[in-house]
């Protein structure tokens, strides 16, 4: 097959969007602003749940599932003050549809069935979830409630693009009720923790685990910590984040327990959520200009044979001699396909392959049969080495693991090479424009400042570091005084 | 704990909505007519998601995800003839809130923000799914498509009840595109067998595979296949279905492939899905008056151990004997709870465990350590008997299986004693108000004459069993002739 991948170089945003599309992953839909995800690309989202879930559940939660719809009065609740309040946002304002009387053939939306009161598909759950747990929490003894649910959301946005920026997309969002603010707040971090974990280990990205300044903050939180990733084109892209809600929700929706000595208090929440964003974020630390790339614990093929041959007898051959291997590597939970079409040559299969980023591709023909060797080629950094059939197993299992481990190791220098500490607002911009990345700089700590960076570079502070060193500077912008430097960049 | 569970025998409907809610498994949200699946349903309904999953792709499905909205003008796509369309659905017409200017603290639809053609919330995702084949599908090589989708859908009802009729519901739906008529009614019958296995073997409801009468049949399909269980009141419960759809979606949204002779023809569809409705079979077919009775393939907890101890050393000793046993179970798999808690006394637990359906239950004290033996007690029959503890091992394993077992063949006993043929109407009515179930019974074949009888007694044709013997007959209605005999009932 011919990729016809536009290079990264010509055309970063292009390449991305081509990828996507030309590798299974997603593609956009009949509905404006939604996509579908395609088997290949939902096998990865299936991967990525799967370890997370299995995590979470480690951690002490439970999933849980929760409405659809938030009636607009919840969303009144959560908004102290709506003033101010704009929200895109899918609005149910109906339930039925019927014969149009003046055109058979079309359907209207029936006027006499209007809903009393407006249903909005959940942007995120808060409201829902805090009106329900009103009821679930009366005593100290029911506390901590530690839930995850796996959910679709909505948000109307204006431009999309796959997996980055969807009308709806899926996710995980965590809501957590504690007792006490300090337990609340050692969930937010152990939940940064988490995925931090996840995404390094898991997804071989590696991330700079931060808080975000008042600016970035979720609307509803005290807090919010963030794992932040850097893209091959310089761009940060947010992974993940972990609310501190402090008792914001508690008091909105009056959520109560008492205490050990039977006084009433508010209780203390958390939120946190990862998405199929995750997927953009994939494909952009790790693919490259032959398609994509994936991390073999990602891959939902790891391991794929295509068998060099010109009739029938030579195939079967092929395949006595490899079907014992790939036996042996199913057995160890390696996900394994043997292409045995005869209607495409290697060579097409060799470049589907690459495209979709099957970290190891075997190739065996008449002569490794004579030589009792196989052709063993890495996709990550496209090099070949021809291995004993005998020794295959044990390369195949090592080398899996070196390719994770490589995949992070390559990522983790690409980001380490592009923060740069900038001392004034000519180099901050010039690092923007140039070299890209983040920008390590000193700033003065208020909104106001960050809101005039933003306008000038189309930067902006994407965490405050939690390792971050102490040190005192001065803002590149102000001049004013700054106790340590925070993380700028541009970003998706 | 005290339970306060309505008798089945004096309100059959009341007992299930109190125990559902009792047992933490739903209860209604503050959304009308949508239910929250607590963690503790929800993990019934995780194990479910979970083997029905291995099952899809062990034949050969992948899963995907197509858009939870579905345009307006796709749905007239979908209905040929429009005239007489009536549905019941939520309609998204609005994708923005802002501020009321009239009244600061209120949130209003901007009216500014109103969509050109509405969406409507999926009720069900043929009309999305086969205008996206439309694309997937050119040659006879690019079928059969195999994919699945798990996700919520909506559809208005009035009258909703837990897990039986909500308005959002969670469900999973296969849409498959074969290239031709035989292939894709072998995957409709295959994937009735993979419910009806699922059903009987994982869940212990016994169901009858047959097919529907037109009246009741899905109205895009050209058959529908079904597996129907039988309730303890009597009532039947539609389980699953397994749609034969012809061409008709495939004309409806003009998806052709090139066929082997480079002929262009419309691809054959079939589309089945089970949905969270399963959790109301399960709780109907298997509980009693003292709360749930789970099978354990589908217990969140399998064995619960409850320790009955004076004080802290009493305890100690307990577990000092107890866990080297839960440890084995829990090696094999087994979920396992120790519940030591020492604010409740274990006759609460007791109660709290029987009421969640927990299958076994281990009861362990002074005298049990003394004697060296446990006290295991089933939930499904509340027998109890003293085990030595060196023989627990083995005999929880077996028990285990033993339970499943017990649950199918006492479920299908009364199925069986439940199926009552009838000669003529007088009796249908009699079986239908003195002893329930369903009614075998001949039947002419038409519309009209099922109508009259659903009229007259409420009962509908739950399915033409697909092992009926061939017998000719008389309607017990009509009295014209009838070919073999078909499955009335009163339905959920």
Known sequence: MSKNLTKRAEDYSKWYNELVVKADLAE???????MVIKPYGYAIWEKMQRELDRMFKETGHSNAYFPLFVPKSMFEAEEKNAEGFAKECAIVTHYRLKTD????????VDPNAKLEEELIVRPTSEAIIWSTYKNWVQSYRDLPLLINQWANVVRWEMRTR????????????GHTAHATRVEALEETEKMMNVYADFVQNFMAIPVIKGVKSANERFAGAEETYCIEALMQDGKALQAGTSHFLGQNFAKAFDVKFANKEGKQEHVWGTSWGVSTRLMGALVMTHSDDN????????APIQ????PIFRNETQLEEISNAINPLLDSLKATGISVKFDTRDTLSPGFKFNEYELKGVPVRIAIGPKDLENGTLEIARRDNLTKEVVAQEAAFEYI???????QNDLFARALEYRN????KVENFEEFKDVLETKTGFVSAHWDGTPETEEKIKELTKATIRCIPLDREEEQGICVFSGKPSAGRVLFAKAY
Chains 1, 2 share one sequence.
């Open 28 to 34: 956009n839909s009949g509905v404006r602003g939604c």
């Open 397 to 403: 299992q090592s080398l899996l693991l070196t390719i």
């Open 417 to 420: 090479n592009h923060i740069t």
């Open 162 to 173: 796959l997996f980055l920026r969807t009308a709806e997309f899926l996710w995980q969002e």
């Open 303 to 306: 391991v794929v044979v295509v």
């Open 101 to 108: 009387d003046n055109n058979k053939g079309k359907l209207i």
């Open 291 to 298: 398609g994509l790339v994936l991390p073999p614990n990602l």
